[in-house]
C-alpha cells in the first residue's frame, strides 16, 4: 500500500494522501500491537514516501508518529537521512494552511524536558491508538532530535512561533480530549516554552503570534486558549522586570472587544487578557514594581461594552465555560460597579416574564388616545431612525409620536436599543425635564433605560452627567471624564436642577450616583492597599459618602424650579420617596455612614421624613445616648428630637428606656437653654409629643418637667394633644358605664367640683 507513493515523481492528490497518512497508521498499529517488524527495504520505502508527500499534513502527523514508535528506524537507515526526513517535514508543515511541524516541534521540548512520557502520550493521541513504544529507541530519538534536529538553545523558540495558526475551537463528542489535544497543538508548544522561561532567555516575544491565534477562535473556545493567556501575562512581567518588553502588536487592546469584525469568541478572550493584565498590574503596584500601563491601556470602562460581552457569555456558557467562571470572577473584582443585583434581578425578571410582551402595548394604547396619534402609515414611519428622530425632538408639542417611538424602542433587544441611546439621551432626555413635559413620557424612558442599562451602564452614566450637567464640568475624553467621577461622585448631583422635580428621572440620577459611588469605593480599597494608609482611606470614603447623604437630604427640602405653584404634600413626598429608598438601601450596606450622618445632624423639620420614610434607621436608637452626650448644643437637640421621632416610630421596650433617657437630658437641656434662642427649646418641647404618643405613661413625668419650666402648661392636654382626649373620653365613658348609678352621681359630682377649683391659665 505504501510502495506506489515511494515510486511517484510528483506531489499526490489530496485523497491519496489520505490514504497513506491511513496506511501509515495502520503500520504504526502492526508495530506497536502485533509487534511486527519491519525489514530495511520495506523501511527505506516508508520513509521515501513520507518524503515524497510532506506537503500533507495529515501525511506529516502521521509520519512523525511512525518515526518516534518503530524502534528498528535508526538500524535500519541513516540518521542523517531520518534528520533530514524531518527537517523537510517540519520546513513543509509550517507553511501556512499545513500546521503539522507542531508535533515535530512538541516533541522535541518534550525531549528537551527529557518528559519520555509525553512524547508516547503524543503519539497515542495523534494516532489514537494505544500502541507500544521501546524505550531505548526513544532515547535514540532524543539524542537525534536534541543534538542534531535543533542542536541551538533559540530553535525551539524560533520555530515555535513560525507555527502558522489555525482557527481553534473546542471539540466535542466521542474522542472530544484526544481532538482537542491534536488541534491545540501550536498553542501548547508556545505555552511550555512560556512556562520554561526559554522565549525570555533568548529574546523573542511571542505576543504577535499569540494575538493572531486569539484572533482565530470560535466558539466553543479551546481550553488552552485561556492558560496560555495566564502563562503569557506572567511571562509578560517577568520580562518586565528584567528590562524586557513582551506586549501584542496594539496597545489599545480593547478595540478588539469592540470591533464587530472578530469572532465573539475572540472579544471575549481579549477582555479575559485584559483582565488578567489588571490582576497582574494591580499586584505590581502593591509590591512597588515596574506596571504594565507603559504597555498596554488597561483603562477600557466606558470604551468597552463589558456588560455586553458578559451578557453574551451567560447566555452561551455552553460555549465559554472555560473562561466563564474566571472572567467574571475579575470583572466583578475590578469593576463592582458593573454588577447591581437589583438590575440583574429586574433584567432577569423582564426576560423571564410571561405578559413582558402585553405591557409593551400600554404606552401604545396611551399615545392612541391622545390627539396627535398618528395614523398607521405614520405609526410604521416612527419605527425607522428617522422617525424616531421626529418624533423624540417634537415630544413637547407631540407627545403621542414620542410615546409610540418609546414603545417601538422598548420592544428591541438591549443591542438594538444602544443604536438610538444618543437620540434618547441627547434629543428626548432634555426635554423631559421641562415641566410641559407629558409625565407619561419619563416613566416609559425609564423603562428603555432599565433594557439597556444593564449591559452599557458605563457608557449611560457618562453621557447622562455630560448631557445634563450644568456646575459639572468633567474633562474630555471618555476615560477621563470616568477617572473624575469615580473620583469625585457628588459631581453627579450637579446636573440641572430641574431632573429633581421628575420621579422617574431622579431614580435614574441615583441610579448613576449609586454606580460612581461603588467605583469610589473600588478606587479607595485599592488606594488603600497600594499605600498602605487604611485608616485614612476608610475615613476617606465615609467623608466622601457623608457629603453625599447630606446634599440628597438637603434635595428633599428645597423646592424644584420653575414650577408654575407649590408641590402639595403628596406631590412633594412622591419626590422625596427615591431618594428616601436609596437612603434606606445605602445606610442598610454601610451602617457607619448613617451614624456620621446623625452625628453631623441635619434639618430638624426633615427628622419626621426621614424616620417615617427610611426604615433601616430604627439603628439610630443605638447611638442616642452616645448622641445626647455630644458637647455641642444643637447635636444635643437634634439628638432629642430625632430621639422623639425614633421611640414614636418604634415603641419597644427598648424605646422605652431611650425615652426616659431623653426626659432627663430635656430637663437639663431646658434649664440651662439660653433665653436668646427659644427655637431650640420649641423644637425639643414639640417633639415630646411624639414621645407622648408612643408612651402615653410618660405624660404625667413630661407634663412635670414643661410645667416646670413654662409656668401654666396644661402639659398633659398639650402634650398628649388629640390622643388624650380619646383616651380620656373612652376612661368617662368606661367609668360611667360600669359604676352603680349612686356612686356615678357622686363621681359626676366631685368632677365637677375639681373642674371649678382648678386656676384657669
Given amino acids: 500500500a505504501v510502495r506506489p507513493f515511494a515510486q511517484q515523481q510528483q506531489q499526490g492528490a489530496q485523497a491519496e494522501c489520505a490514504r497513506l497518512a491511513a496506511a501509515l497508521r495502520v503500520c504504526c498499529g502492526l508495530m506497536g500491537v502485533a509487534g511486527l517488524l519491519f525489514t530495511p527495504p520495506e523501511l527505506e520505502v516508508i520513509v521515501a514516501a513520507i518524503s515524497a508527500n510532506t506537503h500533507a499534513a495529515r501525511v506529516v502527523q502521521v509520519g512523525v508518529c511512525f518515526v518516534l514508535s518503530c524502534k528498528q528506524l535508526l538500524r535500519s537507515v541513516d540518521s542523517l537521512q531520518v534528520v533530514a526526513l524531518l527537517q523537510r517535514m517540519m520546513r513543509d508543515g509550517q507553511q501556512p494552511g499545513n500546521g503539522a511541524a507542531a508535533v515535530i516541534v512538541l516533541a522535541a521540548i518534550h525531549f528537551q524536558a527529557h518528559n519520555v512520557p509525553a512524547v508516547v502520550e503524543l503519539v497515542r493521541s495523534q494516532l489514537q491508538l494505544q500502541i507500544a513504544i521501546h524505550s531505548d529507541s526513544l532515547a535514540q530519538l532524543e539524542q537525534l532530535f536534541v543534538r542534531q534536529l535543533l542542536p541551538s538553545d533559540d530553535d525551539l523558540p524560533r520555530h515555535a512561533i513560525l507555527l502558522p495558526v489555525s482557527p481553534l475551537r473546542a471539540a466535542g463528542g466521542v474522542g472530544a480530549q484526544q481532538a482537542q489535544a491534536v488541534q491545540g497543538q501550536a498553542v501548547q508548544c508556545v505555552q511550555l516554552l512560556l512556562r520554561a522561561d526559554a522565549f525570555r532567555q533568548q529574546q523573542l516575544d511571542p505576543g504577535p503570534w499569540l494575538y493572531s491565534q486569539l484572533l482565530t477562535c470560535h466558539e466553543p473556545i479551546h481550553p488552552l486558549m485561556p492558560t496560555v493567556l495566564a502563562d503569557y501575562v506572567t511571562a509578560t512581567v517577568n520580562a518586565l522586570a528584567t528590562g524586557t518588553t513582551f506586549r501584542m502588536p496594539l496597545h489599545d487592546l480593547g478595540s478588539v472587544c469592540c470591533s464587530e469584525q472578530h469572532p465573539m469568541a475572540s472579544r471575549l478572550l481579549m477582555l479575559y487578557f485584559i483582565m488578567l493584565l489588571r490582576q497582574a498590574n494591580f499586584k505590581q503596584q502593591l509590591e512597588h514594581k515596574p506596571t504594565l500601563s507603559s504597555v498596554y491601556e488597561l483603562d477600557i470602562v466606558g470604551t468597552v461594552p463589558i456588560g455586553a460581552l458578559m451578557a453574551y457569555c451567560e447566555q452561551h456558557q455552553a460555549g465559554y465555560e472555560a473562561i466563564y467562571g474566571s472572567l467574571v470572577r475579575l470583572t466583578m473584582n475590578e469593576w463592582p460597579q458593573l454588577f447591581s443585583p437589583q438590575a440583574a434581578l429586574l433584567d432577569a425578571d423582564r426576560r423571564c416574564s410571561t405578559v413582558g410582551r402585553y405591557t409593551a402595548l400600554q404606552p401604545l394604547l396611551m399615545a392612541l388616545d391622545a390627539d396627535d396619534a398618528p395614523d398607521a402609515e405614520g405609526r410604521d414611519a416612527i419605527a425607522s431612525e428617522a422617525g424616531l428622530r421626529a418624533a423624540f425632538s417634537t415630544a413637547l408639542e407631540r407627545p403621542g409620536r414620542a410615546l409610540l417611538g418609546l414603545a417601538h424602542v422598548s420592544t428591541l433587544l438591549p443591542s438594538e436599543v444602544w443604536a438610538h441611546v444618543h437620540l434618547l439621551v441627547d434629543t428626548l432626555l432634555p426635554q423631559l425635564i421641562d415641566a410641559r413635559a407629558d409625565e407619561r413620557l419619563a416613566g416609559q424612558f425609564e423603562q428603555v433605560w432599565a433594557v439597556v442599562f444593564g449591559q452599557y451602564s458605563a457608557e449611560l452614566c457618562l453621557m447622562l452627567v455630560a448631557r445634563l450637567g450644568t456646575s459639572t464640568v468633567l474633562p474630555p475624553g471618555v476615560r477621563a471624564g470616568h477617572r473624575a467621577l469615580i473620583e469625585d461622585p457628588s459631581l453627579v448631583l450637579g446636573i440641572d436642577r430641574r431632573v429633581f422635580a421628575v420621579p422617574p428621572l431622579l431614580r435614574i440620577v441615583l441610579q448613576v450616583l449609586r454606580w460612581y459611588m461603588v467605583a469610589f469605593q473600588k478606587h479607595v480599597s485599592n488606594l488603600a492597599q497600594i499605600s498602605g494608609k487604611h485608616e485614612e482611606a476608610g475615613a476617606l470614603q465615609l467623608a466622601a459618602s457623608s457629603a453625599i447623604v447630606q446634599q440628597l437630604l438637603e434635595l428633599c427640602l428645597l423646592p424644584p424650579p420653575d414650577l408654575p405653584e407649590p408641590l402639595d404634600p403628596p406631590a412633594r413626598a412622591e419626590l422625596r420617596a427615591p431618594i428616601m429608598t436609596f437612603l434606606h438601601e445605602y445606610f442598610m450596606e454601610l451602617p457607619l455612614v448613617a451614624k456620621l450622618v446623625h452625628f453631623q445632624a441635619y434639618r430638624l423639620d426633615l427628622v419626621p421624613f426621614t424616620v417615617e420614610e427610611i426604615p433601616s434607621l430604627h439603628i439610630c436608637l443605638d447611638f442616642i445616648p452616645e448622641l445626647l452626650a455630644q458637647p455641642q448644643r444643637d447635636r444635643q437637640v437634634f439628638a432629642i428630637v430625632l430621639g422623639c421621632h425614633l421611640v414614636k416610630q418604634y415603641p419597644v421596650a427598648k424605646s422605652l428606656e431611650i425615652a426616659r433617657l431623653i426626659l432627663g437630658h430635656f430637663r ?47 402639659g398633659q392636654r398639650d402634650l398628649l394633644g388629640s390622643r388624650y382626649r380619646q383616651l380620656a373620653e373612652l376612661v368617662e365613658d368606661t367609668c360611667q358605664r360600669l359604676l352603680p348609678p349612686c356612686k356615678r352621681r357622686a363621681a359626676t359630682s366631685l368632677d365637677a367640683a375639681a373642674t371649678a377649683e382648678r386656676p384657669s391659665p
Fill in 668 to 714: 437639663n437641656h431646658a434649664l440651662a437653654a439660653d433665653p436668646s434662642e427659644p427655637h431650640e427649646l420649641q423644637a425639643t418641647a414639640a417633639a415630646l409629643t411624639a414621645l407622648c404618643d408612643a408612651f402615653p405613661l410618660l405624660a404625667d413625668e413630661a407634663s412635670a418637667i414643661v410645667s416646670e419650666i413654662c409656668p401654666g402648661f396644661d
